[in-house]
T-cell receptor, first 114, second 117 residues
Framework: NAGVTQTPKFRILKIGQSMTLQCAQD?????MYWYRQDPGMGLKLIYY???????DKGEVPNGYNVSRSTTEDFPLRLELAAPSQTSVYFC?????????????FGNGTRLTVT | AQTVTQSQPEMSVQEAETVTLSCTYD???????LFWYKQPPSRQMILVIR??????QNATENRFSVNFQKAAKSFSLKISDSQLGDTAMYFC??????????????FGKGTKLTVNP
């Protein structure tokens, strides 16, 4: 049971470059999330999705885009990388809304923008 | 504003002893869920324990238990018989479902716990 799979694990980008962080889950979860974790901080929500074709902004969406064409996949796109986007990115999924369903997290992607 | 405050950036405990991590939160919602997540050096986020706000009984999971005080908006985590493998960052979080289908999971800044042999 793979759970939530994120790729890549590490990436270094130059300022202005673009990249896509991949996230896939095999648990048939409706809800998927992208968080970023800055050093010494908790997680902040970037974007989330309640199902295929539906996405919405979280706390810190600027500089990012997402899509949800299938239930399984929820890629995060950085179009013009900036040093402020240096962070660890976590994808997560959950089954139900309005429940005590916990989040299942991927192992994270460490991104450095220089 | 909906916030989570973990007032202890770092804590340490001797192996086999008990430690309590504090967490307070602020929300005007009545229905929400509270969680403690553990993040070991491997970086993976692992659910430790959860609590429904409408339940008065404190949740327990083996060596982990919570002291949930809804009126005080407090949700502390007690770890009994601490083990070396408990060394990790611990994040308190609460989750609410808002109108229009939006969803919020708000995290605290974390407490770094070190269990010493």
């Amino acid at each position: 049971n793979a759970g939530v799979t994120q790729t890549p694990k590490f990436r270094i980008l130059k300022i202005g470059q673009s990249m896509t962080l991949q996230c896939a889950q095999d648990m048939n979860h409706n809800y998927m999330y992208w968080y970023r974790q800055d050093p010494g901080m908790g997680l902040k929500l970037i974007y989330y999705s309640v199902g295929a074709g539906i996405t919405d902004k979280g706390e810190v969406p600027n500089g990012y885009n997402v899509s949800r064409s299938t239930t399984e996949d929820f890629p995060l796109r950085l179009e013009l990388a900036a040093p402020s986007q240096t962070s660890v990115y976590f994808c997560a999924s959950s089954y139900l809304r309005q429940s005590n369903s916990p989040l299942h997290f991927g192992n994270g992607t460490r991104l450095t923008v220089t | 504003a909906q916030t989570v405050t973990q007032s202890q950036p770092e804590m340490s405990v001797q192996e086999a002893e008990t430690v309590t991590l504090s967490c307070t939160y602020d929300t005007s919602e009545n229905n929400y869920y509270l969680f403690w997540y553990k993040q070991p050096p491997s970086r993976q986020m692992i659910l430790v324990i959860r609590q429904e706000a409408y339940k008065q009984q404190n949740a327990t999971e083996n060596r982990f238990s919570v002291n949930f005080q809804k009126a005080a908006k407090s949700f502390s985590l007690k770890i009994s018989d601490s083990q070396l493998g408990d060394t990790a960052m611990y994040f308190c979080a609460f989750r609410i479902s808002a109108q229009g289908g939006s969803e919020k999971l708000v995290f605290g800044k974390g407490t770094k716990l070190t269990v010493n042999p």
